[in-house]
C-alpha cells in the first residue's frame, strides 16, 4: 500500500500518495517514527488542538511537512530580490534547483516546492535549537500554518520530554 503525505500548498492542504518507496523501506520509516517522540504527519487524526503558546516548547514538527510558496514568498524569505522575481518562473525554479534551496516547481500553478533536508527537517529549521532561522521572513504559508493546512486548527505537536532540549517556531 503506497503511504500517504500532506503538502501544504498555499495555503491549502494537498493529499499525494507515495509509490516511489517500496513496502519495507516504508514500513522502516514508519516504525522508526513510532519508536521516536516524532508524531505521525501522515496520520493528522492524532495531531493536538492548536493553542497559544503551544510552539514555545515544540519541536518544530510542522516543519517537516513540504511547503510549497509563490515567487512573493521567495522575495520575502530574500532568496531572490525583486528584479529576480520579475524573470520566468521556471528559469528562477532551475537556478533555485541547482541551489538546493527548492525540490520541485508546478510550471502549472507557479508553485515552488521548498528543499529539505535528509531527515525531512526544512533547510531553515535550526538543528540544534529546532527554531526557524528566518522567523520574521518565513512564507505565508507557515505564517498561516495550523490555521490552514492539512488539518485546520490542529498541529502535530509532541512535547519536549528533555527540560534541557529547547525547540519552538521562534528565530534562534
Known amino acids: 500500500m503506497p503511504a500517504t503525505f500532506t503538502v501544504l500548498v498555499a495555503g491549502m492542504a494537498r493529499s499525494y500518495r507515495s509509490f516511489g518507496l517500496p513496502e519495507q523501506l516504508t514500513e522502516v520509516y514508519r516504525m522508526r517514527e513510532k519508536n521516536s517522540s516524532a508524531p505521525d504527519l501522515t496520520r493528522t487524526e492524532t495531531w493536538s488542538k492548536y493553542r497559544k503558546g503551544l510552539c514555545a516548547d515544540c519541536q518544530g514538527w510542522c516543519c517537516r511537512l513540504p511547503v510549497e510558496v509563490r515567487v512573493e514568498d521567495l522575495v520575502g524569505m530574500a532568496l531572490i530580490d525583486h ?15 541547482k541551489a538546493g534551496i527548492i525540490d520541485h516547481f508546478n510550471f502549472k500553478n507557479s508553485l515552488f516546492t521548498l528543499a529539505r533536508r535528509a531527515n525531512d527537517d526544512c533547510l531553515y529549521l535550526g538543528e540544534q535549537s529546532r527554531r526557524c532561522t528566518i522567523y520574521a521572513r518565513r512564507p505565508r504559508t507557515c505564517r498561516n500554518h495550523p490555521t490552514i493546512g492539512p ?21 534562534e
Request: aromatic letters at 8%; one cysteine or more.
Open 83 to 97: 528584479f529576480e522575481a520579475e524573470e520566468e518562473p521556471k528559469v528562477l525554479a532551475r537556478r533555485l534547483k
Open 151 to 171: 488539518r485546520p486548527g490542529y498541529c502535530a505537536y509532541r512535547q519536549v520530554e528533555n527540560p534541557d532540549q529547547k525547540g519552538g517556531l521562534r528565530n
